[in-house]
């Protein structure tokens, strides 16, 4: 298996942005899609984005107009890009591949980043 590295967290002020970064070698030529995670501290994991094969995105309600999910493909790298963050936002950010079951069993789990949103 091929370990994803996530990176871009940090402490932010509420409003402010970050750019999370997923690192997936040959997860584009393997047509796999990509999801985002968060989990913050006592509470379960939570979806939220997707970016598939053709660009096309989907976005959990709460991050819908403040996250931007896309894709450098030359790279093999997704970005979340996190505007007008939230102390609700705070969690640690993973990424995922999605797709048939090379995407699934070619990569495991990443260290994840953390985000954390306060004044």
């Known amino acids: 298996q091929v370990r994803l590295v996530e990176s871009g967290g940090g402490l932010v002020q509420p409003g402010g942005s970050l750019r999370l970064s997923c690192t997936a070698p040959?997860?584009?030529?393997?047509?796999?899609?990509m999801d985002w995670f968060r989990q913050a501290a006592g509470k379960e994991r939570e979806w939220v984005s997707r970016i598939h094969t053709d660009g096309s995105t989907l976005y959990h309600a709460a991050a819908k107009g403040r996250f931007t999910i896309s894709q450098d493909k030359a790279k093999d790298t997704v970005y979340l890009q996190m505007n007008n963050l939230k102390p609700e936002d705070t969690a640690m950010y993973f990424c995922?591949?999605?797709?048939?079951?090379?995407?699934?069993?070619?990569?495991?789990w990443g260290q994840g980043t953390q985000v954390t949103v306060s004044s």
């Open positions: 040959e997860f584009t030529s393997g047509s796999c899609g």
């Open positions: 995922k591949p999605v797709g048939g079951s090379w995407c699934i069993s070619y990569y495991s």
